[in-house]
């Protein structure tokens, strides 16, 4: 008789982590509060922070698919579509190029690094996502939303994304020894 052979990307322990850190993401992505005085529209919330921490633990797929998950669920939750595209382009932006540079280098320094990247990247799409999206949603005049670039949308997602990133290099090093597989578990990652 033939012997059946697991053949799916993540082993089941993974998987409920997985979906734990979606639904920490979601229950985070309520407890939201503005970081820039005079601009409160722009809240801070640390929903990234699971996607980064299962990125830095299962690779850059899974970080990309918590991130998107759980961005998914808050726009069904709250019926805010458009802001949910938002979230998961700056998931993306910023979870991918993170966590495949930590995978790469897998050290202290490696994550330091591809947190780095991940916020030039995340604020580069989110400033990038707001001048395309904002003139369709809002029906801003696409120089409103550039003129809200630098006294705005810069320096709210740059803090946003440095927040995240201190988030995750805090969490990640207290639970990485429970969640991630042992060295002679990996394989191919």
Known sequence: MPTMQNT???????????????????????????IIPGITWLKFDASAMPAMVSGFAYGPVAGIVVGIVSALIHAMIMGDWVGGLMNVIVIIAMVGPSAAIYARKHTFAGAVIGLLVGIVCMTAAAIV?????????????????????????????????????VLTLVVYKSISNLITPKKSQVKGR
């Open 8 to 34: 799916n990307r993540w082993e089941t322990k993974e998987l409920v982590i997985m979906a734990l850190m979606c639904a920490i993401s979601v229950i985070l992505s309520f407890i939201e509060f503005p």
């Open 129 to 165: 996502s707001n001048l395309i999206i904002d003139p369709f949603y809002l029906g801003m005049p696409l120089e409103a939303v550039a003129g809200l670039i630098l006294p705005a949308l810069l320096p709210f997602n740059i803090a946003k994304s440095v927040i995240n990133s």
